[in-house]
Nanobody, 124 residues
Framework: QMQLVESGGGLVQAGGSLKLACVAS????????MGWFRQVPGEEREFVAG????????LYQDSVKGRFTISRDNDKNTVYLQMNSLKPEDTAVYYC?????????????????WGQGIQVTVSS
C-alpha cells in the first residue's frame, strides 16, 4: 500500500507563489503516473495537473496553464507543483494522486492512491 504525503501549502497573497511537494512511500515510484487535484468545499474534486512516469508528458487544467508547473524527481520519489501568480480562486485543498496505468487521466476515479490533502489559501 503506497502512501502519499503532501507538504508546502499555506497562506499566500494574490500574485505570490507556493511549491507543493508529494513524497511517495514506494520503490516503484517511476512506474506511476502522478496527478494533482484540488477541491473546494461543496464542489467536485478537480484535476489540476498530471505527469507521466518518466516526465515525458504533462497535462494541465486550462485555468492553471502558464502559472503552474508539475515536475517529478524519481530518485526522491517526489512530485512537485510549482504555483505562480496565484489567484484567490486557486484557494482549495490540494491532493496528490497516483495511478499505475498508462496515460494521464483527468477523472479522479482513475487514480487509486491519494494523499491526505493540504490547504492552499490565496488572499486578495
Amino acid at each position: 500500500q503506497m502512501q502519499l504525503v503532501e507538504s508546502g501549502g499555506g497562506l499566500v497573497q494574490a500574485g505570490g507563489s507556493l511549491k507543493l511537494a508529494c513524497v511517495a512511500s514506494t520503490r516503484t515510484f517511476s512506474s506511476f503516473v502522478m496527478g494533482w487535484f484540488r477541491q473546494v468545499p461543496g464542489e467536485e474534486r478537480e484535476f489540476v495537473a498530471g505527469i507521466t512516469e518518466r516526465a515525458g508528458n504533462t497535462l494541465y487544467q486550462d485555468s492553471v496553464k502558464g502559472r503552474f508547473t508539475i515536475s517529478r524527481d524519481n530518485d526522491k520519489n517526489t512530485v512537485y507543483l510549482q504555483m505562480n501568480s496565484l489567484k484567490p480562486e486557486d484557494t482549495a485543498v490540494y491532493y496528490c494522486a497516483a495511478r499505475s496505468f498508462v496515460g494521464i487521466r483527468t477523472d479522479q476515479k482513475d487514480y487509486y492512491y491519494w494523499g491526505q490533502g493540504i490547504q492552499v489559501t490565496v488572499s486578495s
